[in-house]
């Protein structure tokens, strides 16, 4: 019998090593599917109970494998779908291929039922590579390029494929005019260095400062070796941006642990306060955390050149692979004698955590939420991956969480869209069955997303040889976040009707899909609750009832800040007593002894 196009892009992605594509069916993409029975489902092909969950798990897979997401859905509304969590990896600079049915070709133009034009629209999300195959000899060099591009520029990509093509008979293109061949897959790894003199130049500036910090960001990940290095021979602190979160543990003495609005006080104490300042694999784009522009000569490490030295006027711009560059720099650093800069650093990150801890165990009504996560830091093990979802559960994630041990993490990091927390811990099972996962998520982000995906856990489940995937909902009613900005941003009471949402009970709904439930309404639980859960023998929904009025503050507050706090709750916020005795214990404990 003769391959049909469908059994050709199947066998290619075998070829590529893909073991799972994260989709919902659909009749665009029949062929495909089809494709997926006869080829016994290898690679196995994953149902997500939406099509944007299936690209966020997707993203979340490549996040946390280091290997090309694949995600596929139908025509018209299924690629629609997608578009949400592909925005979440070009944000955040993922690779993931997209492969998309399409109306018939016969039927195209003709306003035909689903018919999308797919090219405006994945036009600015996949623009780093996005074709229609219209002939089968336009395979597999199309696939091919699709996760090449991927995997050399970090991005996502999509192939669009009309429905009546996935059948018919695949024709391998020809050595002839106009036709385009493939070469086999196989890996790309880039060991790109700067020029030698360009390193002279950047270990000129290091050598010359006298109060060193470093910011990493996801892009020194595989350096995290050569990071811990230069931060010895210069006492440099280290800052982790928000995605570069578990580039280092933060147990190491000299990390400061995250910076900017849901950063560390240290982390900002050390910006304000240095002379020189070395950027590592991060694009962090808010320069108002950084120095006072001309108190540091910068220096700045990434991959990309076209992201390079655009966040602080960098003197020194290498653009190469973080790990090969530092390699080259490191034996050109001197070994600065006097400490006292790394003292007064390491000094401010003991006393930092010791104010979250006393911050964390502060009495709220009925749970404080940090004290969630700092319950969890005392506990989790060192192999975890942990997803956060965004809103005030960034905050507690970003703060509270001490990474340490090979802890691996993620986030929604540039688009901070809501509802991939608990899409990106599928993801992280997929790629390490073999490792706990915990999604930490608002109430809020669990109603629009994770509920649905509570059954997709229970369906894969069985193929994860650790069977722990826990889902902690910090339950409290309130669309959180955005109420703490309609209040520091705007001077606004919180509004109610847009801010409050339905109760139920999580724990309930995840005993209804198989999964083990634990409800916790006393902070003293926590710790037992956090241990059954970890001890488990199937995924676990931990549902916290949470404080909502526990304010996520910067340490850095701002005078404006804190005056528009005040106008909310002269205007009528509901329970402004509260709110206000909840922030003045929390902002207090900055100043505890």
């Given at each position: 019998m003769a391959m049909q196009v469908a059994d050709h892009v199947v066998q290619?992605?075998?070829?590529?090593?893909?073991?799972?594509?994260?989709?919902?069916?659909?009749?665009?993409?029949?062929?495909?599917?089809?494709?997926?029975?006869?080829?016994?489902?290898?690679?196995?092909?994953?149902?997500?109970?939406?099509?944007?969950?299936?690209?966020?798990?997707?993203?979340?897979?490549?996040?946390?494998?280091?290997k090309v997401g694949v995600c596929t859905a139908t025509s018209g509304p299924g690629a629609i779908h997608l578009l949400n969590g592909l925005y979440d990896a070009k944000l955040d600079h993922v690779p993931v291929v997209a492969i998309v049915g399409q109306t018939a070709r016969s039927a195209m133009g003709g306003s035909y039922q689903q018919e999308v034009d797919l090219q405006s629209l994945f036009k600015d999300v996949a623009s780093d590579y996005l074709v229609e195959v219209n002939v089968s000899s336009q395979l597999p060099n199309a696939l091919d390029r699709a996760f090449r591009t991927a995997m050399t520029r970090h991005s996502p990509t999509a192939l669009i494929i009309p429905s009546d093509l996935q059948e018919e008979e695949y024709q391998p293109p020809q050595h002839e005019f106009k036709q385009v061949p493939s070469s086999p897959p196989g890996a790309l790894a880039s060991t790109t260095v700067p020029p030698q003199s360009e390193i002279q130049r950047a270990a000129e500036v290091i050598n010359a400062g006298s109060k060193v910090a470093i910011l990493v960001g996801q892009g020194a990940r595989e350096a995290a070796e050569q990071v811990v290095q230069v931060a010895e021979l210069t006492g440099a602190g280290v800052a982790k941006a928000l995605l570069g979160k578990d580039?280092?543990?933060?147990?190491?003495?000299?990390?400061?642990?995250?910076?900017?609005?849901?950063?560390?006080?240290?982390?900002?104490?050390?910006?304000?306060?240095?002379?020189?300042?070395?950027?590592?694999?991060?694009?962090?784009?808010?320069?108002?955390?950084?120095?006072?522009?001309?108190?540091?000569?910068?220096?700045?490490?990434?991959?990309?050149?076209?992201?390079?030295?655009?966040?602080?006027?960098?003197?020194?711009?290498?653009?190469?692979?973080?790990?090969?560059?530092?390699?080259?720099?490191?034996?050109?650093?001197?070994?600065?004698?006097?400490?006292?800069?790394?003292?007064?650093?390491?000094?401010?990150?003991?006393?930092?955590?010791?104010?979250?801890?006393?911050?964390?165990?502060?009495?709220?009504?009925?749970?404080?939420?940090?004290?969630?996560?700092?319950?969890?830091?005392?506990?989790?093990?060192?192999?975890?991956?942990?997803?956060?979802?965004?809103?005030?559960?960034?905050?507690?994630?970003?703060?509270?969480?001490?990474?340490?041990?090979?802890?691996?993490?993620?986030?929604s990091g540039t688009l901070a869209t809501m509802g991939p927390g608990v899409p990106y811990a599928i993801g992280a099972k997929f790629a390490r069955p073999d490792r706990p996962a915990i999604a930490l998520v608002g109430d809020g982000a669990m109603q629009m997303n994770g509920l649905a995906e509570l059954m997709t856990i229970a369906r894969y489940r069985h193929l994860w040889s650790d069977p722990r995937l826990i889902v902690c909902v910090l339950h409290n009613n309130d669309l959180n976040q955005v109420t703490w900005e309609l209040r520091a941003m705007g001077g606004a009471p919180k509004f109610e009707e847009s801010q409050t949402l339905p109760d139920v009970s999580y724990a309930d709904l995840a005993r209804c899909f198989g999964l083990n439930a634990v409800s916790v309404e006393d902070p003293n639980e926590l710790a037992d609750a956090w241990r059954l859960a970890l001890s488990a023998?199937?995924?676990?929904?931990?549902?916290?009832?949470?404080?909502?009025?526990?304010?996520?503050?910067?340490?850095?507050?701002?005078?404006?800040?804190?005056?528009?706090?005040?106008?909310?709750?002269?205007?009528?916020?509901?329970?402004?007593?509260?709110?206000?005795?909840q922030g003045a214990k929390t902002k207090a404990q900055e100043f505890r002894p």
């Open positions: 290619r992605l075998r070829e590529w090593g893909v073991e799972q594509v994260f989709g919902y069916p659909g009749d665009g993409i029949n062929g495909l599917v089809a494709a997926f029975g006869r080829a016994d489902n290898q690679p196995r092909f994953v149902q997500a109970r939406h099509e944007e969950m299936a690209a966020f798990e997707a993203t979340g897979y490549a996040k946390f494998s280091g580039v280092l543990p933060d147990d190491l003495p000299f990390v400061t642990g995250p910076i900017g609005l849901l950063g560390s006080r240290p982390s900002y104490e050390m910006m304000r306060d240095c002379d020189t300042l070395l950027i590592v694999g991060s694009n962090f784009p808010y320069a108002q955390f950084l120095p006072e522009f001309g108190q540091a000569r910068a220096v700045q490490i990434d991959l990309d050149g076209t992201m390079i030295g655009m966040r602080y006027p960098t003197e020194v711009n290498l653009v190469g692979n973080s790990k090969a560059t530092l390699e080259q720099l490191i034996p050109l650093l001197q070994r600065k004698d006097d400490r006292s800069w790394r003292q007064q650093v390491e000094t401010n990150i003991e006393h930092w955590w010791q104010t979250i801890e006393h911050q964390s165990m502060l009495e709220a009504k009925p749970v404080n939420p940090m004290r969630v996560v700092w319950e969890l830091s005392q506990q989790i093990p060192e192999n975890t991956i942990v997803t956060a979802d965004s809103g005030s559960a960034a905050n507690w994630y970003a703060r509270c969480l001490r990474f340490r041990g090979q802890m691996r993490g993620s986030l023998d199937r995924p676990t929904v931990l549902d916290v009832r949470t404080d909502p009025e526990v304010p996520p503050i910067p340490p850095h507050a701002t005078y404006e800040q804190i005056k528009e706090m005040g106008k909310a709750i002269l205007h009528g916020d509901p329970d402004a007593w509260h709110l206000m005795l």
